[in-house]
């Protein structure tokens, strides 16, 4: 599986941001994607998950601010991440069946 990642970018304290991971190769083999950051200094930490029968699930840190989706005929995850705040500012990855991994993309939020 190849994934690419894209969205990433700076926005203020309060903005928001739509990540999109685009999938490819064998398709048929990913039960599930996901999203997650690294900040500096810190470990990589599971932001959000998606199964491929449709179950999700959020970080604390992040529920009821980012909304993971997916388009199945664009073979496409999207983290959409409203009322951004400084601490969510790390480098995003996208992983499927959490062993095949994009290139990440970096947020920065900032004022």
């Known amino acids: 599986v190849q994934l690419q990642a894209s969205g990433g970018g700076f926005v203020q304290p309060g903005g928001s941001l739509r990540l999109s991971c685009a999938a490819s190769?064998?398709?048929?083999?990913?039960?599930?994607m996901g999203w997650y950051r690294q900040a500096p200094g810190k470990q990589r930490e599971l932001v959000a998950l998606?199964?491929?029968?449709?179950?999700?699930d959020y970080a604390d840190s992040v529920k009821g601010r980012f909304t993971i989706s997916r388009d199945n005929a664009k073979n496409t995850v999207y983290l959409q991440m409203d009322s951004l705040k400084p601490d969510d500012s790390a480098v995003y990855y996208c992983?499927?069946?959490?062993?095949?991994w994009g290139q990440g993309t970096l947020v920065t939020v900032s004022s």
């Open positions: 992983s499927a069946n959490f062993n095949s």
């Open positions: 190769g064998s398709i048929f083999s990913i039960n599930v």
């Open positions: 998606i199964t491929r029968g449709g179950v999700i």
